[in-house]
């Protein structure tokens, strides 16, 4: 599509915060090799854009960035490089959900024991409470082997739109986070940055929940009592929904020192 002047200035900072999104995101070990955040075109909501088939650490340029159509995940310009297998995470979500403006996909080390275990990912302190959303007050749980046709590989990745389908179908209950049986999360968001803060926090909730469950479980074995009932106490419901909303209206505070962080590591490079 036709651009502006002032459009191309709009998408221009887009890029560039789209570029800072992927560095902050591998400074903080939401994403390594591995991993991919997308945003959403600001000017065409049919269209959604992500990096080439490149570690999110190394993308340094627009020219590092591809179009996407959300209705089928294949390239505005037929003569892109490669993209990620995995675009039909954001494709379908984007489709799905018309709200959505930011996607991240990761493989954090510190939440694949909530995909395997059936044990819930519960919001654990202010910093995490959109873990809290939706019906079932924790994330819900995708599993790609519920999903496979014949002819899929096996291997858990989301390679095609049935598989997109059916995890995007997982966000419709009001939660902003989906694990994923034995190969990490998707999370959603109404801009980078929030998605940003949301990967960021639901990896130090998943820190501190197993922690707290082990410290417990620790604690009732040798015949402690709790002071709180004995139990663990997360967040409830509307505690979930006013921490969310804290997190909302503070973004650009955490925001504006991560990419301060990035920008001073000398390891990351963003010429947008």
Not at 49 to 56: L, N, Q
Not at 98 to 112: L, P, R, T
Request: hydrophobic fraction near 40%; aromatic fraction near 8%; include cysteine.
């Amino acid at each position: 599509m036709a651009l502006d002047n002032t459009q191309r200035t709009v998408l221009a900072a887009l890029h560039r915060k789209f570029i800072d999104g992927c560095h902050i995101l591998h400074h903080n070990g939401v994403l390594d090799a591995y991993g991919h955040l997308s945003v959403r075109h600001p000017f065409d909501p049919q269209v959604f854009i992500m990096s080439k088939y490149f570690a999110p650490g190394t993308i340094s340029s627009p020219d590092d960035l591809i179009e996407y159509h959300v209705s089928n995940a294949e390239p505005l310009d037929p003569s892109s490089t490669k993209g990620y297998a995995e675009r039909h995470i954001h494709s379908e979500v984007y489709k799905r959900h018309a709200d959505v403006q930011a996607v991240i996909h990761s493989h954090a080390e510190s939440v694949i024991p909530y995909t395997i275990t059936g044990v819930p990912l519960r919001p654990c302190y202010h910093m995490a409470g959109f873990l809290g959303l939706g019906e079932k007050g924790h994330p819900a749980v995708y599993d790609a082997a519920d999903f496979f046709r014949e002819d899929d590989i096996p291997d858990m990745l989301v390679r095609n739109p049935h598989l997109g389908e059916a995890l995007a179908a997982t966000f419709d209950s009001g939660n902003v986070v989906t694990l994923m049986r034995g190969h990490g999360l998707t999370l959603i968001g109404p801009s980078i940055e929030e998605v940003i803060s949301r990967a960021i926090y639901t990896m130090k909730n998943a820190s501190i929940q197993t922690a707290a469950v082990t410290l417990h479980g620790a604690f009732v074995a040798q015949g402690g009592q709790g002071v709180q009932g004995g139990g663990l106490k997360y967040l409830d419901e509307n505690e979930s929904k006013a921490a969310t909303n804290m997190l909302k209206w503070s973004a650009q505070r955490p925001w504006k020192l991560w990419v301060r962080e990035v920008e001073a590591s000398g390891l990351y490079l963003n010429s947008a």
